[in-house]
């Protein structure tokens, strides 16, 4: 069974620290890597995409990709209450599908 | 553009009953995917579509079917709904497939007494 696993969280951060949101999946052979946001009642859309080991920066969002290690996180600087939602880790795996974790539960304490 | 729209907004319906749940989009994406998601299970795929045509099954495909006439419209129809079937259901596009970004309508919230 392909996984994608976040902490639900709730995940609480000061506003105008770094939110750090994490996750790891299963599938060594994934090739692609997404974060959505996610408010509440509305529907997911898409923060970042990363394909490549590394750091990607895009504003304030940096995502982070070790395909070694096989682990994805999202960093938010400067954090803004308009931040506060659910983000959820999607990984699209060899077999041409995307899994999507359950998402994690940020809140941006003003 | 409108990107994708779906309807109803939302739907109660009582079980045993059949409904159809309209998805269309105007982005001319060649995939297409329907999701349910419900509190602490996430996002799941129920069915999708690489392309005009052709369907797959997803994680959770029971008690649900589709089809994809064309580019633009991807409906799912619960032949005889039941209450486990209450969920939000969201529809989504993208251009090619797992590798790339996915589009997701405003979803439709179904309740299923």
């Known amino acids: 069974q392909k996984e994608v696993e976040q902490n639900s969280g709730p995940l609480s951060v000061p506003e105008g620290a770094i939110a750090s949101l994490n996750c790891t999946y299963s599938d060594r052979g994934s090739q692609s890597f997404f974060w959505y946001r996610q408010y509440s009642g509305k529907s997911p859309e898409l923060i970042m995409s990363i394909y490549s080991n590394g750091d990607k920066e895009d504003g304030r969002f940096t995502a982070q990709l070790n395909k070694a290690s096989q682990y994805v996180s999202l960093l938010i600087r400067d954090s803004q209450p308009s931040d506060s939602a659910t983000y959820l880790c999607?990984?699209?795996?060899?077999?041409?599908?995307?899994?999507f974790g359950k998402g994690t539960r940020l809140h941006i304490l003003p | 553009t409108a990107g994708i729209t779906q309807a109803p907004t939302s739907q109660i319906l009582a079980a045993g009953r059949s409904m159809t749940l309209r998805c269309t989009q105007d982005?001319?994406?060649?995939?297409m995917y329907w999701y349910r998601q419900d509190l602490g299970l996430g996002l799941r795929l129920i069915h999708y579509?690489?392309?005009?045509?052709?369907?797959g099954k997803g994680e959770v495909p029971d008690g649900y079917s589709v089809s994809r006439a064309n580019t633009d419209d991807f409906p799912l129809t619960l032949a005889s709904a039941v209450p486990s079937q209450t969920s939000v259901y969201f529809c989504?596009?993208?251009?090619?497939?797992?590798?790339?970004?996915?589009?997701f309508g405003p979803g439709t919230r179904l309740t299923v007494l």
């Open positions: 999607a990984v699209g795996n060899r077999d041409d599908k995307i899994i």
């Open positions: 982005m001319r994406h060649n995939a």
């Open positions: 579509s690489n392309t005009a045509g052709t369907t």
């Open positions: 989504a596009s993208s251009d090619f497939g797992a590798t790339d970004t996915q589009y």
